[in-house]
């Protein structure tokens, strides 16, 4: 049973965390390992998890164990045979300090569709103490580093009893066809004040998460939304959603018709529930995230456009409806127009998705491939000598 170090920092979202948090349960419930998850600010994990208590360095998490990385009990810590360097964190300095060539250090870096990454994934950095880092590219093709998925998380998103268990868990009705539910999960942005204005004119649901995305819709309305309850906004109704946690949020993606998401955790789930999204990608200097963005959409589009056993040919209409609304959402340029074309092709573009999935479902999920790395490095017997070959 290998052990596994999963170190994270927490910047100003749960999008790391949420990343290095699933990869820590699948690495334990699916592949055995036992696994330490270290983060540095406990207080953000508590919101994700209300069970978590801050004040203390050392706590079980499930089957993991977590803790405070900057405390006395992860300071002694030796390496694990399979250590994770979640998104450029930095080790602290005495523990990459011990670290031998017998340690598999892989340093997990972000999603991207971008080609280039099929050429850095798996290369590795050796260290002037011996032991070496590799570079782990999570991405969309057989040549990356694939992305998280669990063995069951596709029946569980498909599953229309957990979609009902979930509604009724949050004392709502199950979704009717001639209203479409919209998830909101974004940055505070100008595009929040163009949805508004849509939906005042469309019958539909909005399911907002608590967080940045309440507090934007908040600035817009008379009176604000507070947890659990409800407003009615001209033809549609508006729902402040409670903290939810994975499980739950995943299933809101699979259970909603339209999506709203940001950063890359809700990004790559909301992949996975296979329905039209708007991706908020997080901003960053000279628009390298439009560059990020129009790689991840040039490859639906071939895909779309090669189409596929499952497929129909591809909607055009319904592509140019999505392709407009999620670029005009980025660059802050949303009208009420791009809302309700949107709303128009949802049944054409959830098609769309779902064939995405597929796709993505031919590759095999980020941490399979991660633990297949660890055993051709650790587990695979010595190459015996040739017999002619000298020693």
């Excluded at 208590?53 to 006395?72: I, K, Y």
């Excluded at 199950?174 to 505070?188: H, K, M, V």
């Excluded at 590759?363 to 633990?371: N, R, S």
Aim: overall charge negative; hydrophobic content about 40%; glycine content about 4%.
């Amino acid at each position: 049973m290998p052990t596994a170090h999963i170190f994270c920092s927490v910047i100003d979202n749960f999008g790391d965390l949420g990343v290095c948090w699933r990869l820590a349960r699948q690495l334990s419930a699916e592949h055995g390992a036992q696994v330490v998850l270290l983060v540095d600010d406990l207080a953000a994990f508590q919101q994700l998890d209300s069970r978590i208590d801050p004040e203390l360095a050392v706590q079980p998490l499930d089957e993991l164990t977590l803790m405070r990385w900057n405390s006395h009990e992860a300071l002694a810590l030796m390496p694990a045979e399979l250590v994770i360097e979640g998104f450029a964190c930095t080790l602290p300095d005495n523990y990459r300090t011990q670290l031998t060539a017998k340690n598999i250090w892989i340093n997990l870096d972000y999603l991207s569709a971008e080609s280039w990454i099929e050429d850095c994934h798996g290369l590795s950095s050796p260290q002037p103490n011996g032991a070496s880092t590799t570079f782990w590219f999570p991405g969309f093709t057989p040549r990356s580093g694939g992305i998280l998925c669990e063995t069951d998380l596709l029946q569980r998103l498909d599953d229309p009893a957990q979609a009902f268990n979930f509604w009724q868990h949050l004392d709502l009705p199950q979704t009717t066809a001639d209203t479409p539910r919209l998830s909101l999960f974004c940055y505070e942005t100008d595009s929040v004040s163009a949805l508004l204005e849509a939906l005042h004119e469309s019958k539909t649901e909005l399911m907002i998460c608590a967080g940045k995305a309440l507090s934007a819709i908040n600035k817009l309305l008379p009176e604000s939304l507070t947890i659990g309850s409800c407003v009615q906004h001209g033809a549609s109704t508006l729902y402040a959603l409670p903290m939810l946690a994975h499980a739950d949020y995943d299933q809101l993606l699979a259970a909603c018709d339209l999506n709203i998401i940001r950063g890359e955790d809700s990004f790559i789930r909301a992949q996975w529930a296979a329905k039209p999204l708007l991706w908020h990608i997080y901003p960053q200097d000279e628009l390298a995230h439009e560059t990020k963005l129009a790689a991840w959409l040039e490859r639906i589009e071939a895909m779309s456009a090669a189409g596929s056993p499952e497929a129909s040919a591809p909607n055009h209409t319904a592509q140019s409806a999505w392709l407009s609304a999620q670029w005009a959402w980025v660059r802050n340029e949303l009208n009420s127009e791009h809302i309700h074309e949107l709303l128009a092709e949802l049944k054409p573009l959830r098609e769309m998705m779902q064939c995405w999935r597929k796709h993505l479902m031919q590759q095999p999920d980020l941490a399979t491939q991660l633990m297949r790395f660890y055993a051709n490095k650790v587990e695979s017997p010595p190459e015996k000598p040739h017999p002619d070959k000298p020693l």
